[in-house]
């Protein structure tokens, strides 16, 4: 039974920094495409970044030059750098994981519960 579990979220100022982790359990990070999404109040949840299993990233408009995308493959782990927060990215973070080696979404997905980011002053 594959597991995600996110953490790292919490409370930062505009400008701040954040790393949001999402250990793996039943599956690897490495073996397969990863991503993070995020949820804003009242909003649909939206596509953050990926990265295959070739190690290929992609990130949305948004974040592109202030997040990084990550993973330790010892630790099964995925990490998603946040720097230069601002409040729009306000959001619950959710891990997935994809069952490809390349992230399109499928019937074999996974995702994890999300961890809340609250960026204000």
């Known amino acids: 039974q594959v597991q995600l579990v996110e953490s790292g979220g919490g409370l930062v100022q505009p400008g701040g920094s954040l790393r949001l982790s999402c250990v793996a359990s039943g599956s690897s990070v490495s073996d397969n495409a990863m991503g993070w999404f995020r949820q804003a109040p009242g909003k649909e949840r939206e596509l953050v970044a990926t990265?295959?299993?070739?190690?290929?990233?992609n990130y949305a408009g948004s974040v592109r030059g202030r997040f990084t995308i990550s993973r330790d493959k010892a630790k099964n782990t995925l990490y998603l750098q946040m720097n230069s927060l601002k409040p729009e990215d306000t959001a619950v973070y959710y891990c997935?994981?994809?069952?490809?080696?390349?992230?399109?979404?499928?019937?074999?997905?996974?995702w994890g519960k999300g961890t809340l980011v609250t960026v204000s002053s």
């Open positions: 997935r994981l994809y069952g490809s080696i390349y992230p399109i979404p499928g019937a074999k997905d996974y």
């Open positions: 990265i295959s299993s070739t190690g290929s990233t």
